[in-house]
């Protein structure tokens, strides 16, 4: 149990550059995903660990694969196509505040490059060009997907195939 408030007190401390992901629905009971978004490097932590080290599992990602799996983590029940598009096609650093900032005018702005890349979607597919114009989001999954396989995860293209969520590669629910 103090190594699971150590673990939140380093993620306080971590000058907002290390994030918590419970995804208690995805991975196994007393485990939880922590992001550094500073050195792009993603860790399975283990929350309730009596060991020295929480640190279960850590892998390296890039840029790319970053930017798809924050919004994924954010969230993971149902992330839409023009989130994930928005978040390869804006700044990385207004990516971060849009997501994490307490500041609302980074959070408006945020949205409204959402807003504008649901728009860029929408004439898209009135105009037939919606694969085309999602191919960097395809790719960018493609490439990102077996970097979560290790982490017990998956990302999945929801019924309606307008937005992605993660799923448990070892929990069916």
Request: net charge neutral.
């Amino acid at each position: 149990m103090e190594i699971a408030m150590g673990v939140q007190q380093m993620v306080a401390l971590g000058d907002d550059d290390l994030r918590l992901f419970p995804l208690t629905e995805f991975l196994p009971v007393g485990q939880a995903l922590s992001v550094n978004t500073t050195y792009l490097i993603v860790s399975l932590v283990s929350t309730d660990s009596v060991s020295s080290n929480p640190i279960l599992l850590e892998r390296p990602v890039t840029e790319t694969s970053m930017r798809l799996l924050l919004p994924l983590l954010e969230s993971p029940y149902y992330c839409p196509q023009e989130v994930l598009r928005a978040s390869l096609f804006c700044s990385y650093k207004g990516l971060l505040a849009g997501l994490f900032s307490p500041d609302s005018a980074a959070r408006e702005e945020w949205q409204m490059i959402v807003a504008e890349q649901r728009l860029l979607l929408q004439q898209a597919q009135k105009q037939g060009t919606w694969k085309k114009d999602l191919k960097p989001v395809y790719n960018a999954l493609s490439r990102l997907r077996p970097k979560l396989h290790p982490f017990g995860l998956e990302i999945a293209i929801s019924s309606s195939y307008s937005a992605y969520r993660l799923v448990s590669l070892h929990f069916p629910r």
